[in-house]
Nanobody, 122 residues
Framework: QVQLVESGGGLVQAGGSLRLSCAAS????????MGWFRQAPGKEREFVAS????????FYADSVKGRFAISRDNAKNTLYLQMNGLKAEDTAVYYC???????????????WGQGTQVTVSS
């Protein structure tokens, strides 16, 4: 069993930055590929980024590539998402979740945080 708690969301102007954190409980966190997802009002939940347990492999949605960076600290059981160059279209509730497969099937991911709101004003 893994419990996930996100933090770090907020209101930011376009072009600004935010860093999201996801604190995980459970000894198996460090063995999972983990990911960030987001859901904007009226839209389906979508993949943002994922990172392997070894930190060697990262993947990003095209919409955030070059602006967002996913990382993790297995010793602290924490997942991060550094978001730079934020745009109005990045406004959404952001969730951490895992384990994430390849390919990513959102409906099959068992563990989800409660989400944190990110609002980007233009």
């Amino acid at each position: 069993q893994v419990q996930l708690v996100e933090s770090g969301g907020g209101l930011v102007q376009a072009g600004g930055s935010l860093r999201l954190s996801c604190a995980a409980s459970g000894r198996t966190f460090s063995t999972y590929r983990m990911g960030w997802f987001r859901q904007a009002p009226g839209k389906e939940r979508e993949f943002v980024a994922s990172i392997s347990w070894s930190v060697r492999d990262t993947f990003y949605a095209d919409s955030v590539k070059g602006r967002f960076a996913i990382s993790r600290d297995n010793a602290k059981n924490t997942l991060y998402l550094q978001m730079n160059g934020l745009k109005a279209e990045d406004t959404a509730v952001y969730y951490c979740a895992g384990p994430v497969g390849d390919p990513v099937y959102i409906s099959q991911i068992p563990y989800w945080g409660q989400g944190t709101q990110v609002t980007v004003s233009s």
